[in-house]
């Protein structure tokens, strides 16, 4: 697609080409008054019967939260990955606070043309140093990146044909903390392991590979961090959704022993 200047966008302009971008599945302010996901909603917010499969999310307070429990001293020269970033929407924010660099890499090209619009058009936060690729995961040892003090692995594990390499190829390029946050199998197994799972690969929300593996209880995960060599790991969050009836959990992995200590209360008194 061709976008007029953004200079020379209007508001209309602007909420054209964000429909015809739809569905989106995160919420981005570009102006003051405009966001992608209120075109929408109000609220920024919708279910995925209401948003052709989608769901619609306004996780940036959240988020930025988070990064402020990380590092309170703030982020200034860090260096922050997202893997299957969708429309960018993490990169952006954590650029908010001031990282040298975001990058963000989606297998979907319908994502990536998203977060690259929304580079291109926001105006409320810097928009440099961040970087889009349209790319596979199991790619991307081949282009020699240097490691990133955060790296976020959300939404993709339990849409991988091996998860484990994966994650092992996140894990490689984390030099201080990794975000994992992942559906796993609803039906609450005891026995450590993973349950085969197998998905459409035409809906937006899903894998690109078929095949795929769901987690059977967080144990599981926290046993392959531990030998990925994380020493630090907290559950933030470990909860059902209601949508889709599957068990969702975040956990956070630190390579330095102690490092999530200041995170621990933070997460204990939510």
């Not at 201080?176 to 937006?204: I, Y």
């Not at 209880?217 to 994380?230: C, D, I, K, M, S």
Request: hydrophobic fraction near 40%; charged fraction near 20%; aromatic fraction near 10%.
């Amino acid at each position: 697609m061709n976008y007029p200047e953004a200079n020379a966008a209007s508001e209309d302009q602007l909420i054209e080409r964000i429909r015809a971008l739809a569905p989106w599945h995160h919420d981005i302010a570009l102006t003051a008054n405009l966001s992608t996901g209120k075109v929408f909603s109000e609220t920024g917010r919708l279910l995925p019967p209401e948003n052709q499969g989608v769901s619609l999310i306004s996780p940036r307070e959240k988020f930025l939260r988070r990064l402020g429990e990380l590092y309170p001293e703030g982020m200034s020269g860090r260096r922050f990955l997202d893997c299957a970033c969708n429309a960018g929407g993490y990169c952006f924010w954590a650029r908010e606070l001031d990282v040298s660099l975001a990058v963000g890499f989606d297998v979907r090209a319908h994502w990536i043309e998203q977060a690259r619009f929304v580079a291109r058009y926001r105006q409320v936060a810097p928009v440099d140093r961040i970087e889009f690729y349209e790319l596979d995961l199991y790619d991307v040892p081949q282009l020699g990146w240097s490691p990133f003090d955060l790296v976020y692995f959300s939404g993709i594990f339990y849409h991988l044909p091996d998860p484990i390499t994966g994650l092992k190829i996140a894990a490689a390029l984390t030099s201080d903390v990794l975000v994992l946050n992942t559906a796993m199998d609803h039906t609450g197994k005891q026995d450590m392991g993973l349950t085969l799972s197998f998905e459409g690969t035409e809906p937006l929300m899903s894998g690109v590979h078929e095949l795929a593996w769901l987690p059977n209880n967080p144990e599981t995960l926290y046993a392959v961090l531990r030998w990925l060599g994380f020493r630090d790991i907290v559950l933030a969050a470990d909860q059902t959704n209601p949508t889709s009836r599957r068990r969702r959990v975040e956990l956070y992995a630190a390579r330095q022993p102690g490092r999530l200590q200041s995170m621990v209360a933070h997460v204990e008194g939510t």
